[in-house]
């Protein structure tokens, strides 16, 4: 990847760990968020009434911030529930907290995996 500013080019180089044990955290904390992604659609699935396929249609391209916020909407449309909101609300902040946990590690160059990440 290489970029310039007025004139002024540098080269960035960005290369594939080679650590074993940092590409197997990396690939739990990568096979974890798709498992938390997959469950927000099928959340969208159940409080929508669609079938399987038409949720991952429905929300195929739909980022995981975006599925959090149509769960909130759509629970909100069916349930006055407050104790259930809360509950849901508890669960929706854990995925988006552990969506920044994995981000942070997943797309930033040269940061370090920490074992046991929690994912």
Do not use: W
């Amino acid at each position: 990847m290489s970029e310039s500013r007025k004139g002024n080019t540098s080269m960035v180089s960005l290369e594939i760990p080679t650590d074993a044990e940092l590409l197997q955290a990396a690939g739990r904390v990568a096979l974890a968020h798709g498992q938390i992604e997959h469950t927000l659609r099928m959340t969208v699935k159940s409080l929508s009434g669609l079938s399987v396929q038409g949720a991952l249609d429905a929300t195929d391209t739909m980022k995981v911030y975006e599925l959090r916020k149509k769960i909130k909407k759509l629970f909100k449309q069916k349930s006055c529930d407050e104790s259930a909101k809360t509950k849901l609300d508890a669960l929706l902040n854990k995925a988006k907290r552990l969506s920044d946990k994995r981000n942070g590690l997943i797309h930033r160059p040269g940061r370090k995996i920490v074992k046991d990440s929690g994912l």
